[in-house]
């Protein structure tokens, strides 16, 4: 099983130009979340979508948009990227069975560079 | 507002000592969960547990151990006789509506 998908692996960006991440999962599960990682920081949470057809805002969403059109798929979409935009990103995904708030599997992140 | 602090920025052991990493939180609610997580050098993050607000029992899996007090908001976390690859950053995090991380430990175990 694959789990989660991330793509590109890594990417150096321009400023000013626009990019898609992608994150796929195969592991069924209704909700899936967007995270940049910067050192010192933690993880924040960019985006979410608790299910299909449904998205919201996370601690830092700012320059960025999400769609998610069906349960496997979660791209994460820059505008107009801006070096503060330099992260690791991880998308991850969680069951919503039971109504609780289960573990998040994460992705093997995407490194973005924008210069 | 929701905020988990992980004060220890970095931690340096020798291998079989024993360490504890710990998490305070802050929430308003009364309904949430504590998450610990790890990302060794590799990258990946890999979940270790989930506890939901209600239940405070500490819990035991292997060498890994947790202890949640609601009085203190804290829920440290505690690996006895660690290894080397037990090296790796330790992420703590606390989920109502979203999910807030701390900014993680950094544990080195030396041989």
């Known amino acids: 099983t694959a789990g989660i998908t991330q793509a590109p692996t890594s990417q150096i960006l321009a400023a000013g130009r626009s990019m898609t991440l992608r994150c796929t999962q195969d592991?069924?599960?209704?909700?899936m979340y967007w995270y940049r990682q910067d050192l010192g920081l933690g993880l924040r949470l960019i985006h979410y979508?608790?299910?299909?057809?449904?998205?919201g805002k996370g601690e830092v969403p700012d320059g960025y948009s999400v769609s998610r059109a069906n349960t496997d798929d979660f791209p994460l979409t820059l505008a107009s990227a801006v070096p503060s935009q330099t992260s690791v990103y991880f998308c991850?995904?969680?069951?919503?069975?039971?109504?609780?708030?289960?573990?998040?599997?994460f992705g093997p992140g995407t490194r973005l560079t924008v210069l | 507002a929701q905020k988990v602090t992980q004060a220890q920025t970095e931690i340096s052991v020798v291998e079989k000592e024993d360490v504890t990493l710990d998490c305070v939180y802050e929430t308003r609610d009364t309904t949430y969960y504590l998450f610990w997580y790890k990302q060794p050098p590799s990258g990946e993050l890999v979940f270790l547990i989930r506890?939901?607000?209600?239940?405070?029992q500490n819990e035991i899996s292997g060498r890994y151990s947790w202890n949640f007090q609601k009085s203190t908001s804290s829920f440290n976390f505690t690996i006895t006789a660690s290894q080397v690859v037990d090296s790796a950053v330790y992420f703590c995090?606390?989920?109502?509506?979203?999910?807030?991380f701390g900014a993680g430990t950094r544990l080195t175990v030396k041989p």
């Open positions: 995090a606390l989920r109502n509506n979203d999910m807030r």
């Open positions: 979508s608790n299910t299909a057809g449904t998205t």
């Open positions: 991850a995904s969680s069951s919503t069975s039971g109504g609780a708030y289960n573990e998040q599997f």
């Open positions: 592991m069924r599960h209704n909700a």
């Open positions: 506890r939901n607000s209600f239940d405070e």
